[in-house]
């Protein structure tokens, strides 16, 4: 699992909105983190008091393998923005490389083989069963959009996870700017 080229955009100002509610004179509200933005943001899943945390949007690369990206295509806002094909360049991967370290050598030893008879035929039926066979340990790169709501669903349901690549995502998700402070309670940033 690997993250890179992370971007957050509208912090400040979705803690500054979700003071509406409260609030009778919206001019004067700032992007100071209070104990109802807190309670907000730690709120149940599926309340909606923790609505304003879709205003802080988080883009991303991502690095999975096939077994943890089919896991994180249930998330349907998860978005996709462009990924890696297997589709177009399954032949041109170097597989090993592409490859995490559960997975055998036996098995990229038999997708390379698949891979070189595909290259010498260029046959639909070769590169199917090419396709096919690339495991689950296949790791691709995609660059995604979701934001602080849906990345507290994707922590409590999978920090705890058997694939060691969802915990290690949960793990990253706390480096988020206020990540902590906002949805799991910490104090202060300082205090994490």
């Known amino acids: 699992m690997r993250v890179e080229n992370v971007n957050v955009y509208g912090l400040e100002n979705a803690i500054r909105v979700s003071k509406f509610p409260m609030a009778v004179d919206t001019e004067n509200l700032t992007s100071e983190i209070t104990a109802n933005t807190k309670a907000m943001g730690r709120c149940p899943q599926g309340t909606a008091h923790d609505n304003f945390l879709n205003g802080i949007i988080v883009q991303f690369d991502l690095t999975f393998t096939n077994k943890a990206w089919v896991e994180g295509e249930r998330y349907h806002f998860f978005d996709f923005i462009s990924s890696q094909s297997t589709m177009h360049r399954v032949s041109k991967f170097d597989i090993s490389s592409q490859c995490n370290k559960y997975v055998t050598k036996v098995i990229i030893d038999e997708v390379n083989r698949l891979k070189e008879v595909?290259?010498?035929?260029?046959?639909?039926?070769?590169?199917?069963?090419?396709?096919?066979?690339?495991?689950s340990g296949f790791q691709l790169t995609a660059g995604m959009t979701t934001n602080y709501r849906q990345l507290k669903t994707i922590y409590h349901q999978r920090k705890n996870h058997r694939l060691p690549e969802?915990?290690?995502?949960?793990?990253?998700?706390?480096?988020?700017?206020k990540f902590k402070e906002l949805v799991l309670g910490y104090e202060s940033e300082e205090a994490a």
């Open 166 to 177: 969802w915990r290690e995502f949960c793990e990253w998700i706390e480096t988020l700017p």
């Open 118 to 135: 595909y290259l010498q035929t260029k046959d639909t039926e070769d590169y199917l069963r090419l396709l096919y066979n690339i495991p």
